[in-house]
């Protein structure tokens, strides 16, 4: 008997405890949502965020959710929902930072894809650079790489920015990179990302500016991957990539750390192409150990054991020493191929070419 009359108490609590969870979560995205996007001085979107708050927090005290406050606390997050997905929209003519002020401009006529506006800064510092941009075409036929780029954030391994670069058998490379479009004075935090707070680009540049701003002048941790796939699939996914950065031109995005961003961008390429099995975007949230999923499917092209194979594709120390010149993605190989192979003679596995 006792049984039967516990496990209903229990259910309830358990069903009570989901509901404020619930609500909670509704609380805080409405008022951040407001609070982000609110047309307002900050001190006033400030205000009101918290009154918000406070309503929300006083309908959880109410003995039942079927009151007053919960009902205005129900249109106060209806109306805002209506702001946020009709009314904030992105606006191309923002104040873009130097390094976002300029998008790639493509076209795909056959074989080949013509790119202007791909970057190619000269990085002294974060604050000391000049700005630079070439045109290339780029022979889909002449694809012979595919690199996976992991930059853990500094002191949050979990968490990283990821992106891909290819190499040409002509001698060409170029690096594609899914980032939240940055205004000038508007740095990139993670709260606002998750808020309509940066727009969504492409940017196409140089592995001497994509790569080496990140190892070089920022001095964050760069991991530089050889993928493990096909010619065919280099080219599919290449040319869907670019294909996506050109309709952004004509349908701009905001950028969102969870569901628009590097990562699920990437994989979404990969699943379009079909092909082999893609893990799930749950498994990739944290995006730092993005490169743990990839070796276990196979993505990455090395039998190094995974632990060793982090630390011989890291390349800020090596970036580092060396000049972000013209020479740059010629010299990051060379390095690559001579790490690779004392790795390999370590642990006995045969050489490769």
């Not at 009709?86 to 795909?108: G, L, M, Q, R, S």
């Not at 070439?134 to 780029?149: A, F, G, T």
């Not at 975007?281 to 990839?294: M, P, Y």
């Amino acid at each position: 008997m006792t049984t039967h009359t516990t496990k209903p108490g229990i259910l309830k609590r358990i069903g009570r405890w989901a509901l404020v969870f619930t609500w909670c979560l509704l609380g805080l995205w409405t008022a951040l949502a407001l609070y982000y996007t609110a047309p307002l001085p900050t001190w006033i979107s400030a205000i009101v965020a918290l009154a918000i708050g406070f309503l929300f927090w006083r309908s959880i005290r109410a003995a039942s959710f079927i009151s007053w406050n919960s009902l205005g606390a129900l249109g106060v997050f209806a109306a805002v929902l209506v702001w946020y997905f009709a009314f904030v929209t992105p606006n191309p003519n923002e104040d873009w930072a130097p390094y976002h002020a300029k998008k790639a401009n493509i076209e795909i006529t056959g074989d080949k894809i013509r790119v202007q506006n791909v970057r190619d800064f000269t990085w002294l510092s974060s604050t000391d650079f000049k700005p630079g941009y070439q045109e290339h075409v780029y022979d889909l036929n002449k694809i012979n790489s595919m690199y996976y780029v992991v930059v853990p954030l500094r002191g949050i391994d979990g968490l990283a920015h990821v992106f891909v670069s290819f190499g040409f058998s002509d001698g060409q490379h170029v690096s594609i990179s899914v980032e939240g479009r940055r205004m000038i004075g508007r740095p990139y935090q993670i709260i606002p990302s998750m808020f309509r707070q940066f727009q969504l680009i492409y940017a196409v540049g140089e592995e001497r500016d994509l790569i080496g701003l990140r190892g070089s002048i920022w001095k964050n941790p760069v991991r530089f991957y050889p993928a493990r796939t096909t010619p065919e699939r280099m080219r599919a996914i290449f040319v869907d990539m670019m294909e996506r950065a050109h309709s952004l031109e004509e349908h701009p995005e905001f950028y969102n750390l969870i569901f628009n961003n590097c990562m699920n961008n990437i994989s979404r390429h990969l699943r379009r192409l079909g092909g082999r099995s893609v893990p799930s975007d749950l498994s990739l949230l944290l995006t730092g150990l993005s490169d743990r999923v990839a070796y276990r499917y196979g993505f990455i092209d090395t039998d190094i054991p995974f632990t060793e194979a982090r630390e011989v594709f890291r390349i800020d120390d090596w970036m580092r020493t060396t000049e972000l010149d013209e020479t740059f993605s010629q010299r990051l190989r060379e390095h690559l191929r001579l790490v690779v192979t004392e790795a390999r003679k370590r642990h006995g596995l045969p050489q490769g070419d």
